[in-house]
């Protein structure tokens, strides 16, 4: 058996989209791949999206909310952003790590604009089913999907990022 890769799934607050992510890697590749997760910031382990994954039977119940700094020291093959300011941010990561931006929509963010206009909670699920089973079509083309587009970051400086609206 070959080396397991290392995939670390980077997502703004570490509590939806890359939780799930996370979850699907393990239940779907663990043979192939060592997956984690973290945030730019720490939002705590969203419950729909827990609950959304147990019904199709993924238990994410114990998984933890992180911050990507507990990854800076971690060798990693990939860091693969689901959301768009994880990506646009500016995060110092382990040197020679590949990057790869697959971005999600927000479920929660999408749940709380269903909630301003009436939606009942059970509408409110909608988005994060949808967006489960996106994360899991991605997942299902790991690790070959990674291959394409690569960028690596070429040292653990932080760079400048003073351009970059993710860092304030």
Same mark, same amino acid.
């Not at 945030?39 to 990507?68: F, R, Y």
């Not at 489960?132 to 070429?154: A, N």
């Given at each position: ?16 989209? #890359?939780?799930?992510? !996370? ?6 590749? #663990?043979? !192939?791949? =060592? ?16 609950? /959304? ?25 990939? /860091?693969?952003? /689901? @959301? ?5 941010? @500016? ?42 089973? =996106?994360?899991?079509?991605?997942? !299902? ?7 394409? =587009?690569?960028?690596?970051?070429? #040292? ?7 351009? @970059?609206?993710? @860092? #304030?």
């Amino acid at each position: 058996m070959s080396k397991k890769i290392k995939i670390l799934y980077l997502c703004t607050g570490n509590s939806c989209r #890359s939780q799930i992510a !996370e979850g699907w890697t393990r239940a779907l590749k #663990s043979d !192939e791949i =060592e997956v984690f997760s973290a945030g730019i910031e720490t939002h705590g382990l969203n419950p729909c999206a827990v609950s /959304v994954m147990a019904e199709v039977g993924v238990d994410i119940s114990k998984q933890q909310s992180q911050l990507w700094e507990a990854f800076a020291e971690q060798e990693l093959d990939w /860091v693969v952003t /689901v @959301c768009g300011h994880a990506h646009e941010s @500016c995060p110092v990561l382990p040197a020679g790590v590949r990057v790869k931006h697959v971005g999600f929509e927000d479920p929660p963010k999408l749940a709380r604009g269903m909630a301003e206009q009436g939606a009942s909670e059970e509408e409110q699920m909608k988005p994060y089913r949808r967006v489960r089973d =996106e994360i899991r079509d991605f997942v !299902e083309t790991l690790p070959e999907s990674l291959e394409p =587009e690569v960028s690596r970051l070429s #040292s653990l400086d932080m760079p400048d990022c003073s351009q @970059c609206s993710g @860092c #304030s």
